[in-house]
C-alpha cells in the first residue's frame, strides 16, 4: 500500500505560482508512474501530468504545457507539481496518483490506469 498526501495548495492571483508536493509513505515511489490529476467544480477529473517512474519522459497536458512543470526526488520520496502562469481555469482539487502498472502513455493520461491517490489539495486562482 501507498499512501499519498498533497500540500501546497493555495489562493493565488492570476499569473501566480504555486508548488504542489505528494509525499509518499507505506513504499518508495521508485517502482510507481506518477501522475497529477485535478477536478473543477461541477467537472470531471482531468488530466493534468506524469512522469515515469524513472524520471524520464513528464507528459502534459495541453492546457498546462510550458506553464507547468513535474518532478520527484527519490530521496524526499516526492513528486512535486510547479504551476506557473497560473489562470482562473486553473482553480481545482489537484490529485496526485501512483501506478505500479508496464508504461503506456496512452493510459497514463486516463484516471482509472492508476492504483493509488492522494485526497487532493485545492488551488483557487482568483482574477
Known amino acids: 500500500q501507498v499512501q499519498l498526501v498533497e500540500s501546497g495548495g493555495g489562493l493565488v492571483q492570476t499569473g501566480g505560482s504555486l508548488r504542489l508536493s505528494c509525499a509518499a509513505s507505506g513504499r518508495t515511489l521508485g517502482s510507481y508512474h506518477m501522475g497529477w490529476f485535478r477536478q473543477a467544480p461541477g467537472k470531471e477529473r482531468e488530466f493534468v501530468a506524469v512522469i515515469t517512474r524513472s524520471g524520464a519522459m513528464p507528459y502534459y497536458a495541453d492546457s498546462v504545457k510550458g506553464r507547468f512543470t513535474i518532478s520527484r526526488d527519490s530521496a524526499e520520496n516526492a513528486v512535486y507539481l510547479q504551476m506557473n502562469s497560473l489562470k482562473p481555469d486553473d482553480t481545482a482539487v489537484f490529485y496526485c496518483?501512483?501506478?505500479?502498472?508496464?508504461?503506456?502513455?496512452?493510459?497514463?493520461?486516463?484516471?482509472?490506469?492508476?492504483?493509488?491517490w492522494g485526497q487532493g489539495t485545492q488551488v483557487t486562482v482568483s482574477s
Open positions: 496518483a501512483a501506478a505500479n502498472r508496464p508504461w503506456v502513455r496512452t493510459r497514463a493520461v486516463t484516471s482509472d490506469w492508476y492504483e493509488y
